[in-house]
């Protein structure tokens, strides 16, 4: 069996997404969900394998620019579109894709490669990090109250067109970037994402609605979501969706829970993916009512060590020197010092004692301040060489906000 491995071809690529929606399950995307990702797919970066005439293996990547610890925009691919035919796995075919693909990110000096993966176990080998994580839950609005903030009451509500909401939802989110880690930047074009609601893909629910929250005039936070009735021989029992929220501050975000949570007809409040320090959880009289989970959203991959550890702030002063093992990007491989608080960072190759030992799996994921080098330390994952280096490194890799992926890609 021949294949090859080429940069696809923009005729090719309806051939290639064809591809990519057999190898996750046969079900053909909405058409307006398909023309989106056509628009776009940066098909110079991204990857086909051809077996003939047939795409057997896809991988893209986008270029994003994404939120670190200290709120600097730092450029990353965001790896998507990934998949391998059934008939042609286990032949090395994804290996020899994310070699490329890596290759690629660190000649356009993007220091950091993000992905989020169907399944867990897969990109680990590859130096892929559980950097994030996203909460759902389910607010029994029937046996669960709100306890809003002072000033709730000054901010007003209303409600706009779904088309009509862009500018002014963008701009609220804009603002919203820097305040987290994880965030995204959105480019022009990914702006049409949220507003995405194919009749097609709504499971019973209705139209995406937009209410936007206002103060003195100023849109200060929005909500984007959906209603699905339901009946019972007791009444009514339908469902609220969030599908995105932000407010501003305290006194705007509350209000928009406490309109989702009080909508006519309606038993229940779905979150489908909040931070999990999200305000909601500080909100509710019960927060066991609203059944909260939990999962890993975003896998970090440091590209370059150096450069990624330098483009973020630290919550601590620190000075530590790391023993990386890298043995699918070997130019990261030794030892590196770096000296960094909130102000900045450097971070450079060093001849010095290693403080910590660990591989750049590890530092992916402790990379946006979401998981604890002391916790990876406590599985055996993190070795602490020298007394007192795993806790100064932990508490400077921390970040105030937990970091979240805003949506998918």
Not at 169 to 181: H, K, Q, W
Not at 315 to 339: I, M
Request: proline share 5%; aromatic share 8%; hydrophobic share 45%.
């Amino acid at each position: 069996m021949t294949t090859e491995l080429r940069v696809l071809d923009p005729s090719e690529w309806d051939r290639w997404f064809e591809a990519l929606e057999l190898a996750f399950g046969g079900v053909p995307e909405q058409p307006e969900e398909r023309a989106l990702w056509r628009d776009l797919t940066e098909c110079e970066r991204s990857l086909a394998v051809w077996d003939g005439g047939r795409a057997v293996a896809t991988a893209g990547a986008f270029s994003f620019r994404l939120t670190v610890p200290g709120g600097a925009s730092v450029p990353a691919a965001g790896v998507t579109m990934v998949s391998v035919a059934g008939t042609h796995r286990r032949q090395g075919i994804l290996t020899s894709m994310m070699r490329r693909q890596l290759d690629d990110v660190r000649a356009l000096g993007e220091p950091l490669a993000v992905l989020t993966a169907s399944e867990a176990v897969i990109y680990g080998r590859f130096g892929y990090g559980a950097a994030s994580r996203a909460q759902r839950a389910v607010i029994d609005t029937t046996r669960v109250r709100l306890d809003v903030p002072a000033g709730t009451d000054a901010v007003t509500l209303r409600m706009v067109p779904l088309a009509e909401s862009s500018a002014v939802t963008e701009a609220v989110y804009a603002r919203m970037v820097p305040r987290r880690p994880g965030m995204l930047a959105r480019r022009p074009g990914w702006e049409r994402l949220p507003l995405l609601d194919p009749p097609g893909a709504r499971e019973g629910a209705s139209a995406r609605l937009c209410v936007l929250a206002e103060r003195g005039g100023e849109v200060v936070g929005y909500a984007f979501y959906a209603i699905k009735p339901e009946w019972s021989w007791a009444g009514a029992d339908g469902s609220v969706t969030v599908h995105e929220l932000y407010g501003l501050d305290p006194a705007a975000e509350a209000a928009l829970w406490r309109f989702l949570c009080s909508v006519d007809l309606t038993g229940k409040v779905k979150v489908n993916s909040a931070p999990v320090d999200a305000a909601w959880q500080h909100l509710v009289s019960d927060v066991r009512r609203c059944e909260p989970t939990e999962r890993e959203a975003l896998f970090a991959r440091l590209v370059e060590v150096g450069a990624a550890l330098e483009a973020r702030t630290y919550r601590a002063p620190v000075d530590v020197v790391f023993e990386v093992e890298d043995a699918f990007c070997p130019w990261n491989a030794g030892r590196w010092r770096l000296s960094g608080d909130a102000k900045g960072a450097v971070c450079s190759r060093t001849s010095d004692a290693a403080d910590l030992a660990l591989s750049v799996r590890e530092l992916g994921a402790a990379y946006l301040g979401g998981t604890s080098l002391a916790a990876l330390a406590s599985a055996g994952r993190v070795t602490e060489l020298r007394e007192g280096a795993l806790a100064e490194a932990s508490l400077a890799f921390g970040s105030d906000a937990a970091p979240w992926l805003p949506h998918g890609f």
